[in-house]
């Protein structure tokens, strides 16, 4: 379980006001000046790592509960029909100027799926420019719809449709 940590701001009186004392040997020493009002948080190796390692708990926990989800929507008695996926390319534009991007396009599928439970993986993207992120939205049974993020002008990507069968 993560260890959460309540952060203070380091607040002096006055603020932002430090001294500066020439130690005589061409290097001088910078201390706060002022009262402590509070004492702040410390920023250190434990309480950064503390949060990294929440992070990536939090990643696993969410990556977990998506596939119990997915295999709970799925319903797929046979483990062939699981396996069954559709592998595809779509090239999306954008002729929007930064930061505006008109590069969603939708995505037929070659063989209608029985219910909206499938995953769209994507596999590959290439571009030039920055992509961003790439979303997949607007899941039908007979198809989706992508759309990049970034400022680039063409991406192309590379996609898997797995499950979606009763």
Not at 54 to 60: L, S
Not at 134 to 157: H, M, P, Q, Y
Request: aromatic share 10%; charged share 15%.
């Amino acid at each position: 379980m993560y260890d959460w940590t309540y952060w203070l701001d380091h607040v002096t009186s006055p603020s932002n006001c430090f001294r500066i004392v020439d130690n005589g040997d061409g290097t001088v020493t910078i201390t706060m000046a002022g009262t402590v009002m509070q004492q702040g948080t410390p920023q250190d190796q434990t309480r950064f790592n503390n949060i990294e390692g929440g992070i990536v708990d939090a990643h696993a926990a969410s990556a977990l509960l998506l596939n119990f989800a997915r295999q709970l929507g799925w319903r797929v008695d046979d483990l062939e029909t699981a396996t069954v996926q559709e592998v595809g390319q779509k090239t999306l534009t954008n002729s929007e100027t930064f930061p505006f991007n008109n590069s969603k396009s939708s995505v037929a599928l070659a063989n209608a799926r029985d219910n909206k439970n499938y995953i769209v993986v994507i596999a590959d993207v290439t571009g030039t420019g920055n992509v961003g992120e790439i979303e997949v939205t607007d899941r039908l049974v007979n198809g989706f719809k992508l759309a990049f993020t970034g400022s680039a002008k063409n991406v192309t990507v590379t996609y898997a449709v797995i499950g979606g069968y009763d």
